[in-house]
């Protein structure tokens, strides 16, 4: 079982930034891969970010890109997402989830991770 905490959400205006915090704890010696995702009012769960365990390789939905910045504390097994200028198009529950594999390789299906975190609204007022 792995667990994954997240924390960092609130309300923001446009232009402005937010980090969020994903703590993996738990059995993670099998995890491969950590990513965001999110999902917009009445929209389905979209991808956002994701970079492997090792923290090595990231990639990006093609709508944060060169906004948004995911990072890993490999000490502290801790995903961050670091948000700047922010649109009112980002509003979403956010999500971290982790995926379990035997190699460490980037995929972007949200029906291929294995475990989630609760969630954390993020704002963006015009």
């Known amino acids: 079982q792995v667990q994954l905490v997240e924390s960092g959400g609130g309300l923001v205006q446009a232009g402005g930034s937010l980090r969020l915090s994903c703590a993996a704890s738990g059995r993670t010696f099998k995890l491969c891969q950590l990513a965001w995702f999110r999902q917009p009012p009445g929209k389905e769960r979209e991808f956002v970010a994701t970079v492997t365990w090792s923290g090595d390789s990231t990639y990006y939905a093609d709508s944060v890109k060169g906004r948004f910045t995911i990072s890993k504390d490999n000490a502290s097994n801790t995903v961050y997402l670091q948000m700047n200028s922010l649109e009112r198009e980002d509003t979403a529950v956010y999500y971290c989830?982790?995926?379990?594999?035997?190699?460490?390789?980037?995929?972007?299906?949200?029906?291929?991770?294995?475990?989630w975190g609760q969630g954390t609204q993020v704002t963006v007022s015009s």
């Open positions: 989830a982790a995926r379990s594999a035997a190699t460490q390789s980037l995929v972007f299906s949200r029906w291929r991770f294995d475990s």
